[in-house]
């Protein structure tokens, strides 16, 4: 048997594996025909999102339970179930990340009902409640699934720098930082916040000037 025989009978293995003809394994979408051997598309309504052996069986699309305030955020298709939301003024919160069939629609918490957190730091959303603070414009921060409300922007310490140095704000992160002075260019204040450095003196020589010092990044030029 020559290599041309070869390749084309391991080639047509490979379609038939494809096919579940060897193997029965399926892809996603897909659901094994025992009669013609082969797989199919999942039927309409039903889904299959993992690749499987012949004995699994495609599974019902859910069905949102309107009564439960339940919404279609996504269509179920042949290799997703249905994404499912809440009616505004409720939020899902789900009972696992790995089932989201067992979740549930709750309501939003109103802020001005509570006599402590009364001020709303961040709005209700699909899959997450209102979070309530005690003063206006505080922030959130999010750790192991809890949120916890910060200092108002107002009350936290200012960045400043020192001198010979410009404060800079990063356009991405919005994080301030201070950054020396260019060549030609000073700062002689401390603790400050100033977002760029002072140009240096330069000496006039229409006017007799002269360079007695020459321009550092902490002082400008003495000129005489």
């Known amino acids: 048997m020559n290599a ?3 390749k084309g009978l391991f080639c047509l293995f490979c ?3 494809q096919l579940g003809t060897f193997n029965n394994v399926c892809r996603p979408g897909e659901l094994y025909d025992s009669t013609t051997q082969r797989c199919t598309p999942c039927e309409r309504g039903t889904f299959n999102g993992q690749q499987h052996s012949a004995d699994k ?3 019902a699309c859910y069905q949102v339970q309107s009564a439960n305030h339940e919404v279609v955020i996504s269509e179920c298709s042949a290799t997703t179930d249905t994404v ?3 009616e505004p003024g ?3 919160r789900q009972v696992s990340a790995d089932d989201p069939r067992g979740g549930q629609c709750l309501n939003c918490t109103v802020c001005r009902d509570n006599p402590v957190d009364a001020y709303e730091a961040r709005p209700c959303s699909t899959f997450s409640d209102t979070v309530c603070c005690p003063k206006p414009n505080m922030t959130v921060s999010v750790e192991g699934g809890s949120s916890t409300c910060d200092k108002p922007l107002s009350e936290k310490p200012k960045t400043s720098c020192r001198n010979g140095h410009y404060l800079y704000v990063s356009r991405t992160s919005g994080r301030p930082g201070c950054y020396p ?3 030609g260019t ?3 204040e401390d603790h400050h916040e100033h977002r760029s450095c002072k140009n240096c003196s330069q000496a ?3 006017d007799h000037e002269v360079v007695l010092e020459n321009c550092t990044s902490t002082g400008d030029t003495i000129i005489g």
Request: aromatic letters at 16%; one cysteine or more.
């Open 4 to 6: 041309i025989v070869l």
């Open 15 to 17: 379609l038939f594996s």
């Open 57 to 59: 069986e495609c599974t």
């Open 84 to 86: 499912v939301g809440c």
């Open 90 to 92: 409720y939020f899902r």
């Open 181 to 183: 002075c260019r060549n």
């Open 186 to 188: 000073y700062m002689d």
């Open 204 to 206: 006039s020589m229409e």
